[in-house]
């Protein structure tokens, strides 16, 4: 996962349900149930997702270096 400094509102939000994921994974592996599985998954594709492009903050001169 990206560091949360440097995540957008959206980024953030995808961090917060990669949390939730891993900890409904924990519980639901802690009672026996094999869809924790599935829910390592979505913990895994949210975290790999903060390094979108979407999830990273930029700011002014991010985009007037991109645009030179």
Do not use: F
């Not at 995540?7 to 802690?30: P, S, W």
């Not at 026996?32 to 997702?49: M, P």
């Amino acid at each position: 996962m990206k560091p949360w400094r440097y995540l957008n509102n959206y980024g953030k939000l995808i961090v917060v349900c990669c949390c939730i994921n891993l900890y409904m994974a924990v519980t639901l592996a802690l009672n026996g149930d094999w869809s924790c599985i599935l829910s390592t998954i979505a913990a895994i594709v949210c975290g790999l997702a903060t390094y979108s492009k979407k999830c990273i903050y930029h700011d002014a001169s991010d985009i007037n270096n991109n645009n030179e």
